[in-house]
């Protein structure tokens, strides 16, 4: 029996596309999504600590319904992720934010980590401090989503998003960012709805790319299963 | 050559790789084709130690599996750690060489006053210079430390015909474990550092009830965030 994920997510509507944060085929194990209470897109990305309590309680109730970890589907919760995890005894990844020590860990030195965001001019020195860094120690450069047509939909009570239309923008961020900085090794997405255009930035950049379903996975594993292809193996030698 | 789909090169020390299931010398512990390759010259006795006279082979190990396609590439040993830097900036594509490099994000999870604990291969040999290397500083970070220096694990792992089995990885580190949480009972995440150990990576976080992370959990995440076709790559063929 494995214990499912717990995810605290927005309350704005579910996404159905292929690894969207609020569609459970995104994850290779059992997730239990649950709207925080008073959290949007709008307000919690425009670092709005109001919501802070409720994701705290969302936390908790997520632990007592037997979940493995708790992460969240918005990155800018990491203002809340000292608070979440003081509250709990599983681990909790508020954000993707909290990878980047160990991307900067596997870059050579002079290179640096181009982080996508939904919204770059939301995002704070406060949240990355809150993930545990300091843009002052660590190479980075941040573009987003901002004045995008996802950028809109995203924001809306009920998001219409297509595959293209993600591929697109945060492609072309993408693009904009590595061509200003051409020493950026890697990318890191904030925003959880980004992994939808993962595979497409890393096809068309030809850089690896960190997001918010590597953050869910490796937390997962690290509280509960060994990855699928271990567990395969394990099962197959005890057999 | 360039490749489209995801190939992980391991880097391995000539000891007689252990290859039973779930250890990082079977194929089926990764989420992608995997291809192995022995790094000239890399003992056990000689990565675990402070020299640099290994950094020529790894970069030239990351390089060849790097020119046959490989798109992101691991060791089998985490004490190259202390080579991270080296290699990383030899290639194009993402280079781990030590869980280690697992620390920073294992302890940015920790509620306060809670620390990390890693278990190693041998706590005597493991010193801020593998530390730095995986990009940080036990000065600053809340870590304790264990090894199974003394074990039959230990003893085996150092010599040339590596033989190992699950059983007994599992009882040597457990045994260190025990020992690490009663003197640290703060301690509530684990990291383990020998690449041998994910063969004990469950029973580890069955017991302790701990998160735990290896040296596959972190392979797994860096062949999947990868890109099919590197940049280089790209590069050179555009």
Redesign the interface.
């Known amino acids: 029996m494995i214990r499912p994920l717990g995810c605290l997510r927005l309350n704005n509507g579910p996404i159905a596309l292929p690894g969207s944060p609020t569609q459970a085929e995104s994850y290779p194990f059992p997730v239990i999504l649950e709207g925080v209470p008073g959290a949007w897109t709008e307000n919690v990305t425009r670092g709005d600590r109001s919501v802070r309590d409720a994701y705290v309680e969302s936390a908790r109730r997520m632990e007592a319904r037997g979940c493995a970890?708790v992460v969240t589907t918005c990155g800018f919760t990491s203002l809340f992720?000292?608070d979440m995890?003081?509250a709990v005894?599983i681990?909790?990844?508020s954000s993707s934010l909290?990878?980047v020590?160990?991307i900067?860990?596997?870059?050579?030195?002079g290179?640096r980590i181009g982080i996508l965001t939904y919204d770059a001019t939301r995002l704070t020195d406060a949240h990355m401090e809150a993930?545990?860094?300091s843009p002052k120690e660590v190479a980075i450069a941040v573009d987003g989503a901002q004045g995008t047509e996802s950028w809109e939909q995203m924001a809306e009570e009920q998001p219409e998003l297509t595959v293209e239309m993600m591929n697109r923008d945060v492609g072309a961020a993408a693009e904009r960012l590595i061509a200003k900085h051409p020493d950026i090794r890697?990318l890191l997405f904030e925003c959880t709805i980004f992994p939808i255009a993962s595979d497409h930035v890393?096809?068309r950049?030809?850089?690896?790319?960190?997001?918010y379903l590597?953050l869910a996975?490796?937390?997962h594993?690290?509280?509960?299963a060994?990855?699928?292809?271990?567990s395969?193996?394990?099962r197959?030698?005890a057999e | 050559m360039t490749t489209e789909s995801p190939l992980l090169g391991v880097m391995q020390l000539q000891n007689t790789p252990v290859t039973v299931p779930g250890s990082m010398g079977h194929a089926d512990s990764y989420d992608a084709p995997v291809v192995f390759r022995r790094v000239p010259g890399a003992w056990t006795s000689n990565v675990v130690g402070e020299g640099r006279e290994l950094v020529p082979a790894y970069i030239e190990t990351a390089r060849a599996l790097e020119a046959e396609g490989c798109t992101a590439l691991v060791t089998n040993c985490g004490f190259t750690a202390r080579f991270q830097k080296d290699v990383a900036a030899a290639v194009a594509i993402p280079v781990a060489m030590s869980s280690l490099l697992m620390v920073p994000w294992a302890a940015s999870l920790l509620p306060p006053g809670k620390k990390l604990g890693i278990v190693t291969y041998d706590s005597n040999q493991l010193t801020e210079v593998h530390f730095n290397g995986a990009g940080w500083s036990r000065k600053t970070m809340p870590v304790e430390i264990v090894g199974i220096e003394g074990s039959e694990s230990w003893h085996r792992m150092a010599d040339p015909d590596t033989k190992l089995d699950r059983a007994m990885v599992e009882r040597d580190v457990l045994a260190a474990t025990r020992g690490m949480l009663a003197a640290h009972p703060e301690i509530s995440s684990i990291v383990l550092e020998c690449s041998a150990f994910p063969l004990a990576g469950d029973a580890v976080r069955r017991e302790t009830g701990l998160p735990t992370v290896h040296f596959v959990t972190m392979a797994n995440m860096l062949i999947r965030s990868a890109a099919p076709s590197p940049r280089a790559a790209r590069a050179a063929a555009e």
Request: cysteine-free; overall charge negative.
């Open positions: 970890a992720q000292a995890a003081a005894s681990p909790v990844a909290l990878l020590p160990f900067r860990g596997l870059l050579p030195e290179a993930a545990g860094w890697a890393r096809a950049t030809g850089l690896p790319v960190y997001d590597t996975r490796l937390t594993e690290a509280a509960e060994q990855n699928t292809a271990t395969t193996a394990a197959a030698a």
